[in-house]
């Protein structure tokens, strides 16, 4: 049951053909209306979409394009196969920092506590300078942000990066080794962070409090910004979704069926991931910008993002404001 629900996170373990992903929003289309193909990663968009009712009497055409992660997301945004992207804020600098082409159009913000390490319970770490000599399994890629929050905590506890020995691995093959009591200690996020911790789990440290940035970003191709009527869509868009994003902080327990409806998630799951959700699409400010510099700056200096971002030379601020 555990594997099951861990899966349905990845709701699609590879790219699926738009044919087969991209079902139409609720808004009704025409042949001379506009497409956007919105990027997403384990239907959280488009479940908050649905169960708030975003779309309707939008005057485009919306398809989903599924993804397992980030990375496979921003590859299709190059590639043309999706306009928009969605993603926490090292996924995007590592995608700006690997030539994709787009900008940052929209700030995402939540309190940071989707992301976490969580150890064994036999582990015999019991604080964040235990981890000192260990090995910590990072969710899933280089570069993830439960990457940074190992980092970032490491720093603050007065430890090197090279004083743990990381090994990156998929969040299910992770979850798996983890129940097993293969890995004694996990930066992860999410659904799998939520099913480690009710295998008996002990969360270690999550990013709450500052220790990540909170910050995720909606991006979009440069393809589409030139596009000047992708771009008015895209613009009604990440209105309505700021909408969407602000009724799931006031209806958490409709969200939270929501997910268990559409994602397969059990009951308690459900409700931690609504409570950890982005609440929030923000202009990308000063501040905004700031912040996630810092979080490029860290990981450029360990080595992991390289070469480095200028955050605020990537964004596009003209959509939302």
């Given at each position: 049951?555990?594997?099951?629900?861990a899966a349905a996170a990845l709701s699609v373990t590879a790219l699926l053909a738009l044919t087969a992903c991209g079902a139409d929003s609720s808004a009704q289309a025409s042949s001379k209306e506009v497409t956007l193909t919105i990027g997403?990663?384990?239907?959280?968009?488009?479940?908050?979409?649905?169960?708030?009712?975003?779309?309707?009497?939008?005057?485009?055409?919306?398809?989903?394009?599924?993804?397992?992660?980030?990375?496979?997301?921003?590859?299709?945004?190059?590639?043309?196969?999706?306009?928009?992207?969605?993603?926490?804020?090292?996924?995007?600098?590592?995608?700006?920092?690997?030539?994709?082409?787009?900008?940052?159009?929209?700030?995402?913000?939540?309190?940071?506590?989707?992301?976490?390490?969580?150890?064994?319970?036999?582990?015999?770490?019991?604080?964040?300078?235990?981890?000192?000599?260990?090995?910590?399994?990072?969710?899933?890629?280089?570069?993830?942000?439960?990457?940074?929050?190992?980092?970032?905590?490491?720093?603050?506890?007065?430890?090197?990066?090279?004083?743990?020995?990381?090994?990156?691995?998929?969040?299910?093959?992770?979850?798996?080794?983890?129940?097993?009591?293969?890995?004694?200690?996990?930066?992860?996020?999410?659904?799998?962070?939520?099913?480690?911790?009710?295998?008996?789990?002990?969360?270690?440290?999550?990013?709450?409090?500052?220790?990540?940035?909170?910050?995720?970003?909606?991006?979009?191709?440069?393809?589409?910004?030139?596009?000047?009527?992708?771009?008015?869509?895209?613009?009604?868009?990440?209105?309505?979704?700021?909408?969407?994003?602000?009724?799931?902080?006031?209806?958490?327990?409709?969200?939270?069926?929501?997910?268990?409806?559409?994602?397969?998630?059990?009951?308690?799951?459900?409700?931690?991931?609504?409570?950890?959700?982005?609440?929030?699409?923000?202009?990308?400010?000063?501040?905004?910008?700031?912040?996630?510099?810092?979080?490029?700056?860290?990981?450029?200096?360990?080595?992991?993002?390289?070469?480095?971002?200028?955050?605020?030379?990537?964004?596009?601020?003209?959509?939302?404001?």
């Amino acid at each position: 049951m555990i594997r099951r629900l861990a899966a349905a996170a990845l709701s699609v373990t590879a790219l699926l053909a738009l044919t087969a992903c991209g079902a139409d929003s609720s808004a009704q289309a025409s042949s001379k209306e506009v497409t956007l193909t919105i990027g997403d990663q384990a239907r959280t968009l488009q479940t908050i979409v649905a169960a708030s009712d975003a779309l309707k009497g939008a005057k485009y055409k919306v398809k989903w394009a599924e993804f397992e992660g980030a990375a496979p997301l921003y590859q299709a945004v190059q590639a043309g196969a999706a306009d928009t992207a969605y993603s926490a804020d090292l996924p995007a600098l590592q995608a700006l920092s690997g030539g994709v082409e787009f900008k940052n159009v929209a700030a995402l913000k939540n309190d940071g506590r989707h992301v976490g390490i969580i150890v064994g319970k036999d582990s015999g770490i019991d604080s964040v300078k235990d981890l000192k000599g260990q090995k910590v399994v990072v969710s899933s890629a280089k570069g993830s942000i439960s990457e940074y929050l190992l980092a970032n905590v490491l720093r603050q506890n007065g430890l090197d990066y090279p004083d743990v020995r990381v090994q990156y691995l998929l969040p299910t093959d992770a979850q798996a080794a983890f129940a097993s009591g293969k890995i004694k200690a996990w930066a992860t996020f999410g659904v799998y962070q939520a099913v480690g911790l009710e295998q008996g789990g002990k969360l270690l440290v999550d990013g709450a409090g500052g220790r990540v940035s909170g910050y995720g970003f909606i991006g979009a191709s440069d393809k589409v910004l030139a596009d000047s009527s992708k771009k008015a869509a895209l613009a009604d868009f990440l209105k309505r979704l700021g909408t969407a994003l602000k009724w799931t902080t006031t209806h958490q327990d409709a969200y939270a069926e929501a997910i268990e409806q559409r994602n397969g998630a059990d009951a308690s799951v459900a409700k931690t991931l609504a409570s950890a959700a982005y609440g929030e699409a923000l202009p990308i400010t000063a501040d905004v910008n700031r912040t996630v510099q810092g979080v490029a700056d860290l990981m450029n200096g360990i080595g992991v993002l390289e070469p480095n971002v200028d955050v605020a030379e990537s964004a596009d601020t003209s959509l939302l404001k």
